[in-house]
């Protein structure tokens, strides 16, 4: 079975840039997470999706951030412009059932904002 | 609202001693708690997991976790660590009112050979 891939691993971009990070769940996980995992960090949650619908976003900064998950499957997130204190890595992550709290993670993608 | 909270930042032990990694949490009802590990580089993944039941719970990798609610602890320990356990440890408690996971500041676990 695969897990959950993301891309990219690495991005690096100056700031004021915007940048895109992508998720696809293991298949036939309807939660998709979104965290933000600074250094020395545990992570913290940005986003949560039950299939289509985003049901927890009280935690993403919604005047720089954006996401979505078209069709209740990959989703992607958004930052424009970003900054400085936005480097960090961005781990995605799915479940089958939001209320077992069964994560599986993908690697995450590392941003760096110079 | 749940939290965690990892007492040790950095724990360094020899090759085949004992480990025990600690993990403190608040909720307000009977917790889901987990532990997850993070290897250089890579995704977290799931060691053990406590719903219900038996407090001492096996996971993967020969790790095994007893949750104690007088407590409200629940710790994480191996009895023969090895090289390839060097790692970062995440303590998580949820899903809460919201379904939210609360991960702690995580451990990193460093191995003398």
């Known amino acids: 079975e695969a897990g959950v891939v993301q891309s990219p691993r690495y991005k690096i971009i100056e700031k004021k840039q915007p940048v895109a990070f992508w998720c696809n769940p293991i298949s036939g996980h309807n939660t998709l997470y979104w965290y933000l995992q600074n250094l020395g960090q545990g992570p913290e949650l940005l986003i949560r999706y039950e299939n289509e619908e985003a049901v927890d976003d009280s935690q993403l900064p919604k005047d720089r951030f954006s996401a979505e998950r078209l069709k209740g499957v990959d989703s992607t997130l958004k930052i424009q412009p970003a900054e400085l204190g936005d480097s960090a890595v961005y781990l995605c992550?799915?479940?089958?059932?939001?209320?077992?709290?069964?994560?599986?993670f993908g690697e995450g993608s590392r941003l760096t904002v110079l | 609202a749940q939290s965690v909270t990892q007492p040790d930042i950095h724990i360094t032990v020899s090759e085949g001693a004992s480990l025990e990694l600690r993990c403190n949490y608040s909720y307000g009802a009977t917790p889901y708690l987990f532990w997850y590990v993070q290897s250089p580089g890579q995704g977290l993944q799931l060691l053990l997991k406590?719903?219900?039941?038996?407090?001492l719970v096996q996971g993967i990798k020969g790790f095994e976790a007893e949750f104690k609610r007088s407590q409200s602890s629940f710790n994480l320990r191996k009895p023969s660590v090895h090289w390839s356990d060097a790692a970062e440890y995440f303590c998580a408690v949820g899903p809460g009112t919201n379904n939210d996971m609360r991960f702690g500041a995580g451990t990193r676990l460093t191995v003398k050979p």
């Open positions: 406590y719903f219900s039941g038996d407090t």
């Open positions: 992550a799915s479940s089958k059932d939001s209320r077992d709290g069964e994560l599986f």
